[in-house]
């Protein structure tokens, strides 16, 4: 996605960049020096995952109405809060210093629950620009990712295939967005209630991409870069089941 990273311009990266996975469609992610960024919280008991809390300084949203992409009681103390579908409608927001892009969408047409809306957003922290799909329940067009198109090194993609772009609608995303790296997210974890499948089956579908099982909750970016010229899949662990009952900070080594 961002040509500045696959064009080999790496100055550009002042610092390094950390990204954590909590779960579901959340992550933290931040900068040295730099605030942490918490993307999607989830309420627990929504989704079927453990009571949590956790620490963030600015919380971005696809959907404030949606108990599976937002819960301001998930992060600690008092957050700035951060409405993708706002930025969507016209309102401006920075994060980081860096601009908030997102487009507006919707759930699947055919939730049982009626189509909530929703956006698909973007940001960039520390050098690196990331892209989260939010809950869309279907693919978006070249127009509605046109945006996205020049600012997403890591594409951070909906793995599910419940009420969720299709593996084969992934593929033309992917192939529009060009990102180096894929994120997984919003797949199936022990004790989800949704019905989503495995991370497994989009790895299988897209067996041609690196892959990189990373065995830990977060990883620091930038990665090497395949010389396939193929985006790398990098799979993380979900914090969210590591540390069940206690407040989820930066990890030292961040």
Not at 70 to 93: H, M, Q
Not at 238 to 252: C, K, N, S, T, Y
């Amino acid at each position: 996605c961002a040509r500045g990273l696959q064009d080999g311009h790496e100055e550009e990266l002042a610092v390094t960049v950390t990204i954590e996975y909590v779960g579901s469609a959340c992550f933290r992610i931040w900068r040295e020096g730099g605030p942490v960024v918490v993307l999607d919280p989830y309420t627990p008991s929504a989704v079927g995952l453990p009571e949590i809390s956790i620490q963030g300084d600015v919380v971005v949203a696809s959907s404030l109405i949606d108990a599976g992409h937002f819960c301001r009681e998930l992060v600690a103390g008092d957050p700035d809060i951060v409405d993708a579908l706002r930025v969507a409608d016209g309102t401006p927001s920075e994060v980081d210093g860096s601009e908030v892009i997102a487009v507006p969408a919707t759930e699947d047409p055919n939730h049982p629950d009626g189509p909530k809306d929703c956006a698909m957003y973007g940001l960039k922290i520390g050098g690196v620009a990331f892209a989260h799909m939010g809950d869309i329940g279907y693919a978006l067009g070249a127009d509605e990712l046109a945006p996205f198109r020049d600012r997403c090194d890591a594409l951070l993609t909906l793995a599910g295939q419940t009420l969720t772009p299709s593996l084969e609608e992934l593929d033309e995303m992917i192939d529009f967005l060009r990102p180096t790296w894929i994120i997984p997210m919003h797949y199936y974890l022990e004790g989800m209630t949704a019905d989503f499948e495995p991370v497994d089956e989009f790895l299988a579908h897209r067996s041609r991409d690196p892959i990189l099982l990373t065995r830990t909750t977060s990883v620091t970016l930038p990665l090497q870069r395949d010389d396939s010229g193929r985006p790398t899949i990098v799979v993380l662990e979900a914090r969210g089941l590591d540390r069940p009952v206690r407040d989820l900070g930066p990890r030292e080594s961040a």
